[in-house]
């Protein structure tokens, strides 16, 4: 427990260092305020479009630091001792996924009532997609490992990383943004909450091992 402890505190300073919250939301608040104002939607009430704004936003945002999950810790040796250390390598997957759902999605989860303003929702509309969105990201994150070992040793493989990434992003951005749109119409369907949290909870629990065994091929 001491182990994961140090590896988490490790990780989380890493992310700080590399400036991962400060990216990522500003990106999304320039991505927002600049789509928005090219779609016009900006003081309007036009919240599908807004809704479909604001998921992309924070699909594109959750890419940012993504290469950088592994690719350091690989050039580095840092992984090398990672998988050579008394803790599973799956349980450091699981801790770079959760440092990166906290430095990356967490922040612009919180500063969502605030963005959605201008785009014609509610308060109290911004507060219900945040709680969809603190559910939803997860899944996110922890994906978002795979593409990362995928890529791993690439040079410049942003670009693949991408193309791997944001498709399997779909279903859970599509089931999101449905969820939001029913709560804009004032429809709170509790199940939907519940199948979404499920697709999440599957994401965390299988992502890891995935990630794991393309890790471990790559060094075989």
Same mark, same amino acid.
């Given at each position: ?35 928005? =104002? ?27 630091? =993504? ?154």
């Amino acid at each position: 427990m001491k182990l994961i402890y140090h590896i988490f505190k490790y990780e989380m300073l890493f992310a700080l260092a590399n400036k991962s919250i400060l990216l990522s939301t500003s990106f999304f608040i320039i991505l927002i305020l600049t789509v928005g =104002i090219g779609f016009g939607q900006i003081g309007e009430s036009s919240e599908n479009t807004a809704l479909a704004i604001i998921w992309i936003a924070i699909a594109l945002s959750s890419l940012l630091s =993504i290469k950088a999950m592994f690719q350091d810790d690989f050039e580095d040796g840092t992984l090398d001792l990672y998988m050579l250390s008394a803790a599973s390598l799956e349980t450091i997957i699981f801790l770079k996924a959760f440092t990166h759902w906290i430095t990356t999605n967490l922040p612009i989860i919180i500063l969502i009532p605030i963005i959605c303003t201008p785009l014609g929702l509610t308060f109290k509309q911004s507060i219900l997609i945040s709680i969809v969105m603190f559910i939803s990201t997860p899944a996110l994150s922890f994906i978002s490992t795979i593409g990362a070992a995928l890529t791993l040793g690439e040079k410049g493989g942003n670009l693949l990383l991408s193309i791997f990434i944001l498709p399997t992003f779909l279903p859970i951005m599509i089931f999101g943004m449905k969820i939001s749109i029913l709560i804009t119409n004032s429809i709170h369907d509790i199940m939907a909450h519940l199948i979404l949290l499920a697709i999440s909870l599957i994401c965390l629990a299988i992502t890891p091992f995935i990630t794991s065994i393309i890790i471990k091929v790559h060094y075989s």
